[in-house]
T-cell receptor, first 112, second 116 residues
Framework: ELKVEQNPLFLSMQEGKNYTIYCNYS?????LYWYRQDPGKSLESLFV?????AVKQEGRLMASLDTKARLSTLHITAAVHDLSATYFC????????????FGQGTRLTINP | GAVVSQHPSWVICKSGTSVKIECRSL??????MFWYRQFPKQSLMLMAT?????????EQGVEKDKFLINHASLTLSTLTVTSAHPEDSSFYIC????????????FGAGSRLTVL
């Protein structure tokens, strides 16, 4: 059974700093997703990673996938306050079926 | 881009009543939709997979008689919480799969249910 674990669960950082959120998953997943959620809102899709070694970047966020280590990372570069949100990673429980298993979420607070 | 609309965005009801939440794909056809629930400050848990023209597939532990799902058309799935109780208060989020075999999942804005 696929389990997805994120760490840290809470992260408070200063603007301008870099940090990484880690997402470990227990069994094979044919893709790995990253989402952002603002308080009281639904999910905003950030990245879909499909293969080993995949790296995707959008602005100050960069996601990578290591399928051998069953690890995905979300790296934040030179954080700004607008990036404060909860970030979820999710794996696909059944190949091709899009039945997502979410991590616990990482609540990121970026202080001026 | 693909848009999934949920309605209502929030609802308050009395204990024992039933509430229907709609999930519509606005500019694409979705043969498969998914319903999640999210308790405050927690993660999302998949409740069921809604398939157009067939019965929904429920996840383990989800009561199918309590959470009725209907996917009568390629653009609409509904979730009805029957005989709602305070413990059913949650944020319900649907997502729709765009096209068969596609990687694209689009999430609705969510529906916040409060049962008094």
């Amino acid at each position: 059974e696929l389990k997805v674990e994120q760490n840290p669960l809470f992260l408070s950082m200063q603007e301008g700093k870099n940090y990484t959120i880690y997402c470990n998953y227990s069994t094979t997943s044919d893709r790995l997703y990253w989402y952002r959620q603002d308080p009281g809102k639904s999910l905003e899709s950030l990245f879909v990673l499909l293969s080993n070694g995949a790296v995707k970047q959008e602005g100050r966020l960069m996601a990578s996938l290591d399928t051998k280590a069953r690890l995905s990372t979300l790296h934040i570069t030179a954080a700004v306050h607008d990036l404060s949100a909860t970030y979820f990673c999710a794996g696909n429980r059944i190949q091709g079926a899009q039945k997502l298993v979410f991590g616990q979420g990482t609540r990121l607070t970026i202080n001026p | 881009g693909a848009v999934v609309s949920q309605h209502p965005s929030w609802v308050i009801c009395k204990s024992g009543t039933s509430v229907k939440i709609e999930c519509r794909s606005l500019d694409f056809q979705a043969t498969t939709m998914f319903w999640y629930r999210q308790f405050p400050k927690q993660s999302l848990m998949l409740m069921a997979t809604s398939n157009e023209g067939s019965k929904a597939t429920y996840e383990q532990g989800v009561e199918k008689d309590k959470f009725l799902i209907n996917h009568a058309s390629l653009t609409l799935s509904t979730l009805t919480v029957t005989s709602a109780h305070p413990e059913d208060s949650s944020f319900y989020i649907c997502s729709a799969l765009q096209g068969s075999g596609a990687n694209v999942l689009t999430f609705g804005a969510g529906s916040r249910l409060t049962v008094l």
